[in-house]
């Protein structure tokens, strides 16, 4: 036996329970009872525990792949720089103005040669595996002494 209770919604909520109950064509009552029910309902808190920790873990995932990403592309850039500053002699003032012209034309041809790259979706990060040994260090099969 069904009991009758008086309830006060404001106007913007029951416009809203009305909006529902209009749109899945059920009585205003029914959307109430089911919402009642479901927050009186104990498997309802596990229920949003268990998503919240989903998407928490999800989140996580996400971060450690942002901060692998970005680690990559550090060393990446570190190691590019450290090799180029090496290896590029310095430059006497006459021909300065030639490798300038020169370096423009080299970088016109990296932008495009990178956007190129990037519609094809080819990227660095995914030639890398995941599962690189990070532990391993870097010149492990060189003779001592060597660099």
């Known amino acids: ?15 809203q329970i ?13 959307i109430v ?22 998407r928490l873990d999800r989140l996580s ?3 450690q792949r942002l901060e692998r990403n970005l ?4 060393e990446t850039l570190a190691l590019f720089v450290r090799f180029w500053l090496t290896i590029t002699p310095p430059l006497s003032a006459d021909a300065q103005p030639a490798a300038q012209l020169k370096g423009r034309q080299r970088y016109e041809g990296f932008v ?11 990227s660095l990060l995914r030639e890398i595996p995941e599962d690189v040994d990070t532990r391993a260090p870097l ?6 002494g060597e660099s």
């Open 71 to 74: 680690g990559i592309a550090i």
């Open 112 to 122: 495009e040669a990178l956007g190129q790259r990037l519609q094809k979706g080819q």
């Open 33 to 54: 009872e089911a919402a009642v029910a479901s927050f009186l309902s104990p498997d309802g808190a596990d229920r949003r525990e268990a998503a919240f920790a989903r």
């Open 139 to 144: 010149n492990a099969d060189k003779p001592e």
């Open 61 to 63: 995932r996400q971060v």
């Open 1 to 15: 036996m069904r009991q009758r209770i008086n309830v006060y919604f404001p106007p913007d909520l029951l416009k």
């Open 18 to 30: 009305t909006d529902l109950a209009d749109r899945k064509k059920l009585s205003r009552s029914a």
